[in-house]
């Protein structure tokens, strides 16, 4: 059933139970784009492929930055991920109410607020919204942790193509029906930065005393790119997703993990061979199962979609998948004896 306003869309999901119900009704692109707002994150990474035989040994100097996250409301782990989070967005009308000062007072804090022609304006230019919302979240998560001296060169991100992806995991799974929900197109972005940026956020970050309070961030962690490939599926744990991942080492979104992978593949030459090896050496020791399966599914795509985003071929992708179900199959066996 469509719904003709943003209101009507939300009471129903507000009325329908959590999960398939709520899916149904933002299968519909009209319910959804009544409600649909973006997201936007940024991995920061540093280093390049070296020789060697195995590919863990070619990847050993790539590291990545990620934010260990925390609940809002309950302050435990909730999943690591990249620096990021949800746009923040102007009421067009209420903005008209402003005054020209009052208006300007809002450029950093709203993504969609710029200065044009030595005037405050509203914005709908996405590149534009994209780019001030890894801009902002990055300053709220990284002051979360008492940092509030950084350099990262933000005019030289580059997005990862990933065109029509949905993040609709909260308000389909989690949300309790009370205020403001939104479905979310994420914006995915990778940033080259210097070794010693990723090591002074983390250590900087490492000090509990700096942290604001309440802060929703854990720390900073400057991770290994071939170990980062390995953080989702792992089901298990003491504190979990709401799917039953580890919410102390799971990536909590699939976007953000695939967004790992696209670098790993930008940086051995999108080489179908060497992915396949690759994913054959990281489950080979990871007694979970990687598959990008159920993270293709969770954005609303399939493995195509998945070969896309890694500029592979669809067969490399499938070769990839048998390579972990092979594993995963073998470790299950031994598992039974």
Request: hydrophobic share 40%; net charge negative; aromatic share 8%.
């Amino acid at each position: 059933m469509s719904y003709s306003s943003a209101q009507e869309v939300l009471n129903a999901l507000k009325n329908a139970p959590k999960g398939q119900a709520r899916q149904q009704i933002l299968a519909d692109s009209k319910n959804r784009d009544l409600i649909k707002s973006s997201g936007a994150n940024v991995t920061l990474f540093c280093g390049n492929v070296t020789s060697g035989k195995k590919l863990a040994e070619q990847m050993k100097n790539i590291y990545i930055g990620l934010i260990a996250r925390l609940n809002f409301k309950t302050s435990q782990p909730d999943g690591i991920g990249a620096l990021g989070g949800l746009s923040e967005r102007t009421d067009g009308a209420a903005f008209n109410t402003l005054s020209e000062a009052e208006k300007r007072a809002l450029i950093a804090y709203k993504d969609d607020v710029i200065l044009q022609n030595g005037q405050a304006v509203l914005t709908t230019d996405i590149n534009i919204i994209r780019k001030n919302n890894v801009m902002r979240e990055t300053r709220e998560e990284l002051n979360n942790l008492g940092i509030y001296d950084y350099d990262i060169p933000f005019n030289k991100m580059q997005l990862v193509k990933m065109p029509d992806i949905k993040d609709d995991n909260f308000i389909i799974n989690r949300w309790n029906g009370e205020g403001m929900a939104w479905a979310i197109t994420p914006y995915c972005h990778l940033l080259e930065v210097p070794e010693n940026l990723l090591d002074c956020l983390a250590e900087n970050s490492a000090d509990i005393n700096r942290h604001e309070h309440n802060s929703e961030a854990a720390g900073f962690i400057k991770m290994p790119l071939f170990e980062a490939l390995k953080h989702y599926g792992n089901h298990g744990g003491e504190i979990r997703l709401e799917d039953g991942r580890n919410a102390q080492s799971d990536y909590r979104y699939p976007h953000e993990w695939l967004a790992a992978w696209s670098l790993a593949s930008n940086l051995l030459g999108h080489d179908d061979n060497k992915l396949i090896a690759l994913k054959q050496e990281l489950q080979a020791q990871t007694p979970w199962h990687i598959t990008f399966k159920p993270a293709a599914e969770k954005m609303g795509k399939d493995l195509n979609f998945v070969a896309e985003v890694l500029n592979v071929k669809p067969e490399t992708i499938s070769a990839m998948e048998n390579v972990a179900d092979n594993y995963a199959l073998l470790s299950k066996a031994q598992n039974l004896r």
